[in-house]
């Protein structure tokens, strides 16, 4: 009779579905249907046997688990073949409630981007959202619903390994880019066929691990977690982020996954979360490592009580939520809290009416050999790169130059322009992306001839291909020599002590130098390296990160001046790692120092400046710019009014160029002391030679504001200094406003 019943019983079901107006009406009408085991197999997610991004575990029951519906959600299944298998899986379930796809793809998906923190160089709101649209297309194309980005912790430590993943050290900064990552994820709306649900992580304050260790503790006062490290995933919130990971980390003694302050009452109650929480790699049972949780069971308890909504791989909601529903020790509604967030993203996505509809093998093929992403992805590319030094004007170079010597350990590299967290699909090869010497030599004319050494190893400490690398440099013109970091050694679980240019590549650099040849420097890496003799000795330095598959074009193409350098660092770069953390919007102290010479009962080392080696906001360009002729609108306002600046931005030199104008605000004096400098706008602009333009920008309360120490967000009444420059550093205009009631 139950077989006879259960096909009739499932068509009366989509019928009732159909006649229903409102994703929660539908919601409800399902859950209702639902067992307290089915509705604890959508909190629960496992990975894919073809991948994974954590301590690998092996569940040979896997495929039972989806038929039986106690399985909600997969990450790291790849292409729409294999999305499609498991979703046949679950439409054997009873309730043929489909699966998510998840994946970490942080910077693309077939078509590779520059790392988060490269495209974060480029200080280009519009490029950065267009950037995540294109990796959403190609996921969404590849039956992928959902990716685990972007990443939006402040970081202000270079030795932690995910530095790469995310926009640096600034807030305001990283709130406006965690804001268009997530609205080019999610486009126009979630169901849309090229649309992916974004998930802001990692919540909250991750990028401030002590020591800049992974996976480690997290201690900060309430005013330093709501002014610096909450404002990105507000903004995520704001731009309608579908979900929200949580963090690895514990925040002052609780862990992040069993946090209620941040989840329960930050997220979902005063921001109003309306998605859903899904956890860490095996955070919830990680709780247990803690010393927080005796148990799965009681970490389970804890967890579903914080407001995480999904286990991503531990298996202590599947194995322990139902007892502990059972003993009374946590409340169903709960559990129908969680798993009507989750439904209702299904719905939205349109999984109910097409389980299959992402997993098209058709589309999937079209979409991932567009050209107009690879032309797209290489635009990106030239944006990112920050060109560090220029002094002889070497750069940009001749296409009529008759010899060149390519030389260095990252030449020739192609999957390495991929960088870490790139998404190695099986069967597709790597002859798509742009090795740098095939940048060059696509770009050179025929009358160029290229020459190429290795010179050394990425870590080696042999120096037997020094010979080599030389006598080619005395055959060439000029020699551009690619060095770096190797493309995994920053990324996660990659967080170092030591951040210098690896092995003997400063020392061939100076071998080199000898020759007296000019010497274009170009480094490669996923976070801010120290390379000092480099940086002191070496007039031309471009650094690139990593590019992604266009690398070599893009390169290619900012070397010889086809795209005048335009990024600016978004993270402050260490002289030692004896500064770090360091960023620019520091405190001043009672006892701050006044130049860079005198340490005497100052704040400052004696052996080091206090400065960075190239500060937060610096980038070259082949032209220059001319600041000149600040105004204000006027010299007091009031909280509710607000005041107009403008500038007027000219290009006094050879090369069309965009220059990131950026706006800085002091609050002189306040209830708690304020940061020497802080970034509150800031505008890209494109000038033809000769070109001028007005720029403006709006003042208002809420860039005045500040979070006091009773965490109330206000400004107050005084005096404000108003700067204007093209680094946090380099300050071409300065004036002052005051602040009434």
């Known amino acids: 009779m139950k077989i006879i019943l259960l096909p009739f019983l499932l068509l009366s079901f989509s019928i009732v579905f159909a006649q229903q107006k409102t994703i929660d009406q539908k919601v409800s009408i399902l859950l209702k249907q639902m067992t307290l085991e089915e509705k604890i197999g959508q909190m629960n997610q496992y990975a894919g046997d073809n991948a994974a991004t954590g301590p690998i575990t092996i569940n040979p029951n896997k495929q039972n688990e989806i038929k039986s519906g106690k399985l909600g959600s997969m990450l790291s299944v790849l292409g729409a073949t294999y999305t499609r298998q498991y979703q046949e899986l679950a439409m054997q379930s009873r309730l043929k409630i489909p699966l998510l796809f998840g994946l970490d793809a942080i910077h693309g998906y077939k078509t590779t981007f520059p790392i988060p923190l490269a495209e974060a160089a480029s200080w280009d709101l519009t490029a950065i959202e267009l950037s995540a ?90 005013r330093m977690l709501w002014e610096t490290y909450l404002p990105p ?103 129908d809290d969680a798993v009507k967030r989750i439904l209702y993203k299904k719905f939205e996505l349109g999984l109910f009416d097409d389980p299959f509809r992402y997993s098209n093998s058709e589309r999937e093929k079209t979409t991932l050999n567009n050209p107009e992403h690879t032309r797209i992805a290489r635009e990106m590319a030239t944006k990112s790169i920050v060109l560090l030094k220029n002094e002889q004007h070497l750069l940009p170079l001749s296409k009529e130059t008759k010899t060149i010597a390519f030389i260095g350990p990252m030449v020739k590299l192609k999957r390495a322009n991929h960088g870490f967290w790139a998404i190695d699909l099986k069967d597709v090869d790597s002859t798509y992306i742009v090795s740098q010497w095939e940048g060059l030599e696509n770009k050179v004319g025929k009358n160029t001839k290229l020459l190429y050494a290795k010179g050394c190893g990425i870590q080696s400490d042999d120096k037997t291909g020094f010979q080599e690398a030389i006598a080619i440099a005395n055959q060439a013109d000029l020699v551009i020599l690619s060095i770096g970091e190797r493309w995994n050694m920053t990324g996660e679980a990659k967080s170092k002590s030591n951040i210098h240019l690896p092995s003997v590549q400063e020392d061939l650099i100076k071998e080199l130098q000898k020759t007296g040849k000019p010497i274009v420097i170009l480094i490669n890496a996923g976070r801010p390296l120290i390379f000092n003799w ?208």
């Not at 640096?168 to 609205?183: F, M």
Request: proline fraction near 3%; aromatic fraction near 12%.
């Open 233 to 335: 995933f507000k903004a995520a919130v704001d731009a309608g982020a579908a979900t929200i990971m949580n963090s690895f980390n514990d925040i002052n003694g609780i862990p992040a996954t069993g946090n209620k302050y941040l989840q329960r009452y930050i997220l979902k109650g005063k921001w109003n979360f309306k998605g859903f929480v899904v956890s860490d790699w095996g955070s919830i049972g990680e709780m247990i490592n803690h010393g927080y949780s005796k148990d799965n069971k009681e970490a389970a308890y804890q967890a579903i009580t914080a407001g995480s909504d999904i286990d991503m791989e531990s298996n202590s909601y599947l194995n322990n939520l139902a007892q502990l529903v059972k003993e009374k020790k946590i409340s169903i509604t709960l559990i």
């Open 534 to 741: 480099t940086a002191d000795n070496m007039p031309t330095i471009v650094y690139t990160w990593w590019l992604g598959s266009e690398a070599g074009n893009a390169i290619a193409d900012v070397l010889f001046g086809d795209y005048n350098p335009s990024g600016k660092l978004p993270i402050s770069f260490p002289r030692e790692e004896g500064q770090i953390p360091i960023y620019y919007n520091h405190f001043n102290t009672g006892r701050p120092a006044r130049n860079e010479t005198n340490t005497n009962y100052v704040s400052a080392y004696t052996d080091l400046l206090n400065s960075p080696k190239f500060p937060f906001g610096f980038g070259l360009s082949y032209t220059t710019f001319q600041y000149s002729d600040l105004k204000l609108s006027k010299q007091k306002m009031k909280s509710n009014e607000t005041i107009e600046v403008t500038i007027t931005l000219t290009n006094t030199g050879k090369f069309i160029g965009e220059e990131v104008v950026q706006l800085y605000l002091r609050d002189k004096v306040g209830s708690v002391i304020r940061p020497i400098i802080e970034l509150k706008d800031f505008k890209k602009i494109n000038l033809e030679v000769g070109e001028t333009k007005t720029i403006k920008f709006i003042i208002d309360n809420q860039k005045l504001a500040f979070y006091n120490d009773q965490l109330e967000f206000k400004s107050e009444v005084g005096e404000f200094d108003l700067m204007i420059g093209s680094s946090s550093s380099d300050i071409r205009l300065r004036s002052n406003f005051e602040l009434i009631k």
């Open 133 to 222: 649209r294109i990796g959403a297309t190609e996921m969404a194309a590849s039956g992928i619903h959902w990716t685990f980005a972007p990443m939006v912790d402040i970081v202000r430590d270079p030795r932690w390994g995910r530095v790469m993943e995310g926009a640096g050290e600034d807030t305001y900064l990283g709130s406006k880019i965690a804001y268009a990552r997530v609205k080019g994820f999610q486009g126009k709306k979630l169901g849309d066929l090229n649309s992916v649900m974004a998930c802001a992580k990692h919540f909250a304050a991750y990028g401030a691990v002590i020591g800049g260790r992974e996976y480690n503790s997290v201690d900060m006062s309430d």
